[in-house]
């Protein structure tokens, strides 16, 4: 067998084991996918909520649904026009276009995007994988994943389409998590009702909490629910865990996902809109900085709330 004929088949076999990061925003899904795209063998990319969002109708494969069968090129060329001409992203009330989608608009020629699905089966499962496969190959990397925080309800469905796929799935102590989401979006209060909230702080504050608290039992009740359905495609990550201890806690889930622990993987530098943004390295501090900016309240809440969930994962006594 020639040695590009046995490349091919080991490119093969990598595609067919992509690499999902999920969990509740502010967790340290970006740090995760910086993390492993340092990787040579891995190219993860941004989000797509392709499964669903928040609110699930938001889901990009519902809005291409009304483009009926693809087996009709004709709709397949309408949908891919729907890309293209910016009527995804404005089809949408809510929420901006996904940072993948636009990253195909400009990176990805139309033609190229075309072909791929015509030559597809046409199903959901193909237009995801050629969302993800585009990314891949532009990176010139074997294996495929993305990070959609949100598609952590919908890790069933991905399982059922790539059977050998890992689940990354990062966890944050709530507290945190409110913080973090808190800096967020007074720094950038872009959307509804962040816009008409902001003026009044204890609203703005209830509001993020109240949204912390239903997406973080979620993502706990969640957890125990994957680990386990699915104890060999699952693998949750705690933040704390990978910024305070990375090299180990990098090793052993390099090991989960059959990947060469690479040194390049500890080196990173802070990129979300933390309070280290641009710092070299990780930032172990990032577990307990949030202690310097919580409401006594707000600590007891969600300590009242989730304390059996907070002791099981070891954020208190």
């Keep these: 067998m020639m040695m590009n004929q046995v490349a091919d088949i080991v490119k093969v076999s990598m595609r067919n084991r992509p690499i999902f990061i999920v969990g509740v925003s502010r967790s340290g899904t970006t740090l995760m996918r ?25 889901g990009v494969r519902y809005k291409f649904r009304q483009f009926g069968d693809l087996k009709d090129d004709n709709k397949v060329r309408k949908l891919v026009d729907f890309v293209y001409t910016g009527e995804l ?20 020629p139309r033609e190229i995007f075309l072909q791929r699905i015509l030559a597809s089966d046409r199903s959901e499962r193909a237009l995801f994988t050629i969302m993800m496969e585009l990314y891949a190959d532009r990176m010139r ?13 919908y890790v069933p469905t991905l399982l059922e389409w790539f059977p050998e796929a890992r ?13 973090s989401e808190l800096r967020r979006r007074r720094k950038r209060p872009i959307t509804t009702p962040y816009k008409q909230l902001k003026h009044v702080d204890f609203l703005f504050k209830l509001y993020i909490v109240l949204q912390t608290t239903l997406v973080w039992f979620e993502s706990a009740y969640r957890s125990s629910k994957y680990k386990k359905l699915y104890p060999d495609n ?18 052993r889930l390099c090991d989960f996902l059959r990947v060469d ?15 280290q943004a641009g710092q070299s390295g990780f930032d172990a501090n990032a577990a307990d900085r949030w202690k ?6 707000i600590d007891a809440w969600f300590v009242f709330w989730f ?4 002791q099981e994962f070891g954020y208190i006594d």
Excluded: C
């Design 34 to 58: 910086t993390t492993l795209n340092s990787s040579e063998q891995i190219a993860i990319s941004k989000e797509n909520h392709f499964l669903g969002h928040l609110i699930a109708s938001e």
């Design 89 to 108: 992203e404005r089809s949408s009330m809510h929420r901006g276009i996904s940072t993948h989608w636009a990253w195909i608009v400009k990176r990805v």
């Design 141 to 153: 990397k074997p294996i495929m994943g993305e990070k959609t925080p949100a598609h952590l309800r």
């Design 167 to 179: 689940i990354i799935h990062m966890l944050r102590d709530p507290r945190a998590n409110f913080v």
């Design 234 to 251: 699952y693998y949750l990550m705690k933040f704390e865990d990978l910024v305070s201890d990375s090299e180990r806690n990098i090793k």
């Design 261 to 275: 622990f690479q040194e390049e993987m500890l080196k990173q530098v802070v990129v979300s809109e933390g309070f």
């Design 292 to 297: 310097k900016y919580i409401d006594p309240w």
């Design 307 to 310: 304390k059996g969930y907070m």
